[in-house]
């Protein structure tokens, strides 16, 4: 059961673009809520992003509101989120999850996580 990141990730300068993304496999990929959540050094996990499980529906923090999107195709079982605008404050270890509903995934109720990947913004 694994959700694991793939390509994407690294390093990018304020200002600049980067897209992660995450192949999923051992579980239902198209009846879970994806959500990206990401955690920086001495901080608590923050959600970033989530999608339904259609995609017709998604929810963003109001810190990357309006500068990342967060994407799927079930038909590949992967999520993406573009980020662009980076600032520096987007450091962190960014790790794809599942949930049933939003409401749990805003919960931190996650049933599957990824690995993780790192972004950093630096210049």
């Known amino acids: 059961l694994r959700c694991s990141c793939r390509r994407g990730g690294g390093l990018v300068q304020p200002g600049g673009s980067l897209r992660v993304s995450c192949a999923a496999s051992g579980f239902t990929f198209s009846d879970s809520y994806m959500s990206w959540v990401r955690q920086a050094p001495g901080k608590e996990r923050e959600f970033v992003a989530g999608?339904?499980?259609?995609?017709?529906?998604?929810y963003y923090a109001d810190s990357v509101k309006g500068r990342f999107t967060i994407s799927r195709d079930n038909a590949k079982q992967t999520v993406y989120l573009e980020m662009n605008s980076l600032k520096p404050e987007d450091t962190a270890v960014y790790y794809c999850?599942?949930?049933?509903?939003?409401?749990?995934?805003?919960?931190?109720?996650?049933?599957?996580w990824g690995k993780g990947t790192q972004v950093t913004v630096s210049s």
């Open positions: 999850a599942a949930a049933p509903t939003l409401g749990a995934a805003l919960k931190g109720g996650m049933d599957y």
């Open positions: 999608i339904s499980w259609g995609g017709g529906s998604t």
